[in-house]
Antibody
Framework: EVQLVESGGGLVKPGGSLRLSCEAS????????MSWVRQAPGRGLEWVGR??????????DYAAPVKGRFTISRDDSKNTLYLQMNSLKTEDTAVYYC??????????WGLGTLVTVSS | EIVLTQSPATLSLSPGERATLSCRAS??????LAWYQQKPGQAPRLLIY???NRATGIPARFSGSGSGTDFTLTISSLEPEDFAVYYC???????????FGQGTKLESK
């Protein structure tokens, strides 16, 4: 069964940086489009961004609230997805989920990692 | 920008009853709508995609219907494990800002 395991969350001050990782296994990561979706405490789901597979150009797209601050990358040799978050704001506090994306739906999800931005 | 509005916000039912959850889009999304289930402390799980197709491993008691702007998720006979929050999501427009609805909490009466 598909496994996605996020790590790297924690407490960071406003303006700080954090890098999340998502280790993937038991599926063909090289050929997968991958997304990050977040959920603020007690709130709904919010798409953060995605990265296409290399054969489709490996390009990235971002939601407006994070564009210019967050960067998604992948290392197919390590079956790992990354989310580099810079200039963090309190409103970025959320559980961040790594997901596979198929036809712009999110079919497999990790358990998530909590990012808390607070002074 | 397409906005998805789910109703009701909370639905209180008993095991064995039929649940009907609604998702309305502010403009047509054709059939490009999915439903997810999220239990407390867990990640969301894809239930239905393209309005009416069950995802892998989803029980037959879950069904989706609708097209255009009005969609329904039906759970034919509630099991105890079905009490959760349900989200709809559209993939019709790009970028997918506000791609998810705000959720319906299905609670046990």
């Amino acid at each position: 069964e598909v496994q996605l395991v996020e790590s790297g969350g924690g407490l960071v001050k406003p303006g700080g940086s954090l890098r999340l990782s998502c280790e993937a296994s038991k599926f063909d990561f090289n050929n997968a489009w991958m997304s990050w979706v977040r959920q603020a405490p007690g709130r709904g789901l919010e798409w953060v961004g995605r990265i296409k597979r290399k054969s489709d150009g490996g390009t990235t797209d971002y939601a407006a609230p994070v564009k210019g601050r967050f960067t998604i990358s992948r290392d197919d040799s390590k079956n790992t997805l990354y989310l580099q978050m810079n200039s963090l704001k309190t409103e970025d506090t959320a559980v961040y989920y790594c997901t596979t994306e198929r036809g712009s739906y999110y079919d497999y999800w990790g358990l998530g990692t909590l990012v808390t931005v607070s002074s | 920008e397409i906005v998805l509005t789910q109703s009701p916000a909370t639905l209180s039912l008993s095991p064995g009853e039929r649940a009907t959850l609604s998702c309305r889009a502010s403009q047509s999304v054709s059939i490009y709508l999915a439903w997810y289930q999220q239990k407390p402390g867990q990640a969301p799980r894809l239930l239905i995609y393209d309005a009416s197709n069950r995802a892998t491993g989803i029980p037959a008691r879950f069904s989706g219907s609708g097209s255009g702007t009005d969609f329904t998720l039906t759970i034919s006979s509630l099991e105890p494990e079905d009490f959760a929050v349900y989200y709809c999501q559209q993939r019709y427009n790009w970028p997918p800002e506000n791609t998810f609805g705000q959720g319906t909490k299905l609670e046990s009466k």
